[in-house]
């Protein structure tokens, strides 16, 4: 797929994700979150970046931890999330952060200009994962630290069938690339080969609980990166795809409920100070 429509593609899909992300993906995301955010190690104060900030999971828990003397910037290919984080922010009284949209590839902001550069579960979906981690590495200060979460392998991932069965509907690539970050120590080599020193990279499992299947489905299909295509198909297509889902996670089904095996790595640099 051509970088362009995959950007069309995540811009307009996570717009429509937007109103289902936190119901579907909150709780299950946060063992990534809280690594991410104990691996940043925030100091009151300084200033923060989060990039594919969503709809600010992180960066609200950023902004609480650097403080009003911090400032925290969140950025993200989607409009609808941008401006749900700058209603919440108003709404919470936090000052301190504000929101821009903006393209992980190509970050509208000077160098050197963050104390922490933060990406979490968002570089799985840009165009050029080596671009995106140097375009971390230029925007942060010498000394300061950049972290990212991604998922990991492919096949610790219990939900990973939801790519081939919208694929096979809309006959081409969703997210092609999804899982290789995840691989092996690909996020630290791309971490190293940016420029970052003090590289370290933890790998976790963890849980994905759902309370029935259509919570499960939702989380999938229209909660998530697949939403774009999913926002197209018609009845019939839903039904049977939804069929098809449930059949692939039907090995985690614990009562009504579901409780899916999940797998983030998570990676940690320093800008060197020369
Ligand atoms: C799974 S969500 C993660 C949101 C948030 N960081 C969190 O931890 O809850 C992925 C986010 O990446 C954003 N995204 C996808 N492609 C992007 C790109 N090329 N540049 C910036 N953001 C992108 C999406 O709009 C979406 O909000």
């Not at 999913?230 to 839903?238: G, I, K, L, P, V």
Request: aromatic share 10%.
């Amino acid at each position: 797929m051509d970088q362009r429509l995959q950007q069309r593609v995540q811009r307009y899909g996570w717009d429509r994700a937007a109103s289902f992300y936190e119901q579907s993906w909150s709780r299950q995301l946060a063992p990534a979150q809280d690594l991410l955010l104990a691996m940043a190690a925030l100091q009151p104060g300084e200033r923060v970046l989060d990039i594919a900030c969503g709809t600010g999971l992180v960066t609200f828990r950023a902004a609480e931890q650097i403080g009003d003397s911090g400032a925290v910037v969140g950025t993200d290919i989607s409009d609808a999330m941008t401006e749900a984080c700058r209603a919440a922010a108003l709404e919470r009284g936090l000052g301190q952060a504000r929101f821009e949209r903006m393209e992980a590839e190509h970050l509208a902001l000077p160098d050197a200009s963050f104390d922490v550069v933060l990406c979490a579960l968002g570089m799985m979906y840009v165009t050029d994962f080596a671009g995106s981690i140097r375009e971390m590495m230029r925007v942060t200060k010498p000394g300061g630290r950049a972290v990212s979460a991604v998922w990991g392998k492919r096949d610790r991932c219990g939900w990973a069938e939801i790519f081939p069965i919208v694929e096979r509907r809309v006959q081409s690539d969703v997210c092609p690339l999804f899982f290789q970050l995840g691989t092996g120590d690909m996020q630290k080599l791309l971490f190293a080969n940016a420029g970052f020193a003090e590289v370290e990279s933890e790998r976790i499992t963890t849980v994905l609980e759902y309370e029935n299947g259509e919570e499960a489905c939702l989380a999938a299909f229209a909660g998530g990166p697949v939403a774009m295509a999913y926002s197209r198909f018609d009845e019939a297509t839903r039904t049977g795809a939804y069929a098809e889902y449930l059949q692939s996670i039907a090995a985690f089904q614990r009562g009504d409920g579901y409780a899916i095996p999940g797998e983030f790595v998570v990676t940690r640099g320093v800008r060197p100070i020369a």
